[in-house]
């Protein structure tokens, strides 16, 4: 194969942008990764580099490269176009007396994503275990500097500091649980699961949590319901949370029905609750790793926020889905589905 023929076709199908200037800034030529990340619609040869790229610092550092004639080559400059962020590397190009610049844009969105997220995360998990830690400081030391003197504020304050111990060895359970989910270290079992009976036991389990708050706990079983294909004990995880929150965010006097019900191709689960609601803003972000409408309600309850990642997290594991259909002060249904067994 010819030599041209075979760097024209590398250029044609690299997922790198590739852009060659003449010494003035003028497009000599562009390859179809490129003209797609930028929407270029015709023929850009001839023109000015600005007419692509509008970023500031890209347009002058591709200015003092073409000054100095690219004397170093030049890498690590990050752009942002639309939301689409680039990397970018200049290298001269010299052909006898004649000196062209070449550029390559490598798009680095994904990584800029991942790089965000695992900041926030860290935050997060920081500020998270740094709140109880702060009581169980704060309490301790008021117990050292005489509090544990008085018999009922020793017992009082212990209390208080059990209470945020707990909080934090909660935390690390579910960041555990959501790492190993992540990382496929726990295989999901996919055995025949009576839906009636996981949802029953379940119930039964929070019968208490609900009365002690005056909840009405019931419950509507279709007959006849085909087994699901699924993985039980993470399908009594998600009950326990669906079931948990809804208690938690009812407030008392309230009710929380589970209903199980099948359409022949998916078993359909809907916890529904009278409680708080949540608002139509808080909706899209439900789910997501730490997020709460109120921190402080939800911590004060105990909460970490990883209860509804966990649920979303093994339903799409199970190929199900997962969706909130929620008005504030209304109240909430959490909805799932899962595949019968074959
Ligand atoms: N049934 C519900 N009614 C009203 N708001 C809810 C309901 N379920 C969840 N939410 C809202 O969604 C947020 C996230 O729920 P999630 O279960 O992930 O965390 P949490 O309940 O705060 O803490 P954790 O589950 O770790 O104990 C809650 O803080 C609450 O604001
Ligand atoms: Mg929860």
Known sequence: MEENLVL???????????????????????????????????DIRGKKIDAVIRDSDFIKAVEVFLKDRGKTPYDGL????????????????????????????REITEEKRVETLKKDFVANVSHELRTPLASIKGYAETLLDGGMDDRTTLKEFLRVIDKHANRMSRLIDDLLVLS????????????????????????????????DKGIRLSMSLDENLPKVASDRGRI?????????????????????????SSSGTEIRVDVKDTGIGIPPGDIPRIFERFYRVD??????????????????????????????DSAPSKGSTFSFTLKPAC
């Open 236 to 260: 009594e995880q998600v009950m326990l949370n669906l079931l948990d929150n809804a208690i938690k965010y009812t407030p008392a006097d309230g009710m929380v029905n589970v209903k199980v």
């Open 295 to 324: 921190k402080a309600r939800s911590r004060d309850l105990g909460g970490t926020g990883l209860g509804l990642a966990i649920v979303k997290h093994i339903i799409h594991s199970l190929n199900g889905r997962v969706w909130v």
């Open 180 to 211: 190993r989910l992540e990382s496929h270290e726990m295989p999901m079992v996919r055995e025949p699961v009576d839906m009636r009976e996981l949802v029953s036991s379940v119930a039964e389990g929070v019968k208490k949590q609900a009365a």
């Open 8 to 42: 024209e076709a590398i250029a044609r199908e690299m997922q790198t942008g590739v852009l060659v200037l003449d010494p003035g800034g003028g497009i000599l030529y562009s390859n179809p990764f490129l003209a797609r990340c930028f929407s270029i619609i015709g």
């Open 78 to 105: 990050e752009i942002n176009e639309d939301g689409r962020f680039f990397n970018i590397r200049m290298v001269p190009v010299k052909e006898g007396g004649d000196f062209n610049l070449m550029l390559f844009l």
